[in-house]
């Protein structure tokens, strides 16, 4: 064989082996599965996806008064130097410090009520794993920044969405905030199943606002199939 040719298939080969392995957990029982198992599972199945956040832009003045919070949504304040008092080079400095924002890098958005995905979790002897009762399709987002106000999952509740085509959005019902000792929270979205997803709505959006940041993220109900049934 031609060494490049022979160099391709031994590339592609390798390739196919890890994919098959990195997949190895659709092929078996979840009664068999293991701790390799579950961790492909939640590090990047059809159930797992790891986001990276925007940023909402800062809200004016009007808006924030509007809104009733004068600080809602708001840069960093300009100081002296913005508004020329050190000269227009300063004050140029100063206002692009005030609207410059940290990267509010990633998070982690499971569709917490599959079986797959609670089944490695407990697999993975995963702690503090959300819980909830009645019958809801739950979404969670994990590794959400400070801060938390109060009646916080209000808020939220009231800005997050499933989106399918041709068919009404639907809100969830209920916002969970699972808060941890580094600071950061798990935001858990609680989806009544009496609007039942069905393999024919195919793209189910999941659209979410926290705070100043926003994440929308499209889950594929081909793709959300374990031993030949659809697990949401």
Known sequence: MHPILRSSALAFAAVTVLVSEDSSWQSKPIAQWDDHDAKQVLAGSPWVKNVTLQRVRDLSASE????????????????????????????????????????????????????????????????GIPAWEGDYYAIAVYGVPP??????????????????????????????????????????????????????????????????LFLAQVFDTEEMQFQGKLEL
């Open 147 to 212: 801060p938390f106000r109060w009646n916080f999952a209000n808020e939220l509740k009231g800005v997050a969405f499933l989106k399918r085509d041709q068919k009404k959005d639907r809100k969830p019902s209920r916002v969970l905030i699972l808060r941890h000792e580094d600071g950061f929270a798990t935001v858990v979205y609680l989806f009544s199943r009496s609007a039942e997803i069905t393999k024919k709505d195919r793209n189910v959006q999941f659209v979410a606002q926290i705070g100043r």
């Open 64 to 127: 924030r008064r509007e809104g009733g919070d004068l600080e809602a949504g708001t840069g960093r304040g300009v100081g002296l130097a913005g508004i020329g008092l050190f000269g227009p080079t300063r004050a140029a400095q100063a206002i692009a410090r005030a609207h410059a924002h940290p990267d509010p890098g990633t998070v982690v958005v499971r569709w917490e009520s599959a079986l797959p995905v609670r089944a490695a979790e407990t697999k993975a002897g995963e702690i």
